[in-house]
């Protein structure tokens, strides 16, 4: 099974860069299987649908979000995506019109669109402190949650 490892998020707004330090501590992991690509897109979503569609069987995403919760919970998601065919013309520019994609809903919706989105997608999203800080680095609750997430992406693999 062809795995893609994704980590999205931007360094320079401090817990954000959770899902860059995530995929790269699972693309140093020696659990990782070898059938496992590990990428960080930054905020570059189109970079994603790009690399999706080489083909793969499943994505996981690494990505910090606000869900109110405690900084440093995690979650494993199975996101829910619009369908864009079933959008009118208006609506799908609105949706599609920004060009880079930054938002990882509207890379994998994209993803779908073209068919290019895997079967198996699961995100492993971290709460951050502050999502809307500017600053370099994570807090502690947050970089402490990164081998668990990882533990998470491998046993979605498993």
């Known amino acids: ?15 954000d860069a959770f899902g860059l330090h995530a995929a790269r501590a699972l693309g140093s992991d020696p659990r990782r299987p070898a059938a496992c690509t590990v990428i960080e897109t930054g905020i570059g979503g189109i ?18 979000f606000d869900r109110k919760g405690v900084p440093g919970d995690l979650w ?8 864009a065919e079933e959008m ?4 799908r520019r609105d949706f599609f019109a920004d060009v880079h994609y930054a938002t990882p809903i509207r ?14 997608v699961r995100i492993v999203g971290c709460q951050p402190a502050d999502p809307d800080s500017f600053e ?3 807090c502690d ?11 998470m992406a491998l046993s ?3």
């Open 1 to 15: 099974m062809r795995v893609l490892a994704a980590g999205v998020g931007n360094e320079l707004k401090g817990d």
């Open 47 to 64: 970079h994603l649908v790009q690399e999706l569609m080489r083909g793969y069987d499943a994505l996981i995403l690494f990505d910090a």
């Open 76 to 83: 494993l998601l199975e996101p829910e995506l619009p369908r």
């Open 88 to 91: 009118d013309d208006r609506a």
């Open 107 to 120: 890379a994998l919706t994209l993803a779908q669109s073209v068919g290019a989105l895997p079967p198996l």
């Open 136 to 138: 370099i680095g994570m």
């Open 141 to 151: 609750d947050v970089r402490e949650a990164i081998p668990k997430a990882v533990e």
């Open 156 to 158: 979605v693999m498993g």
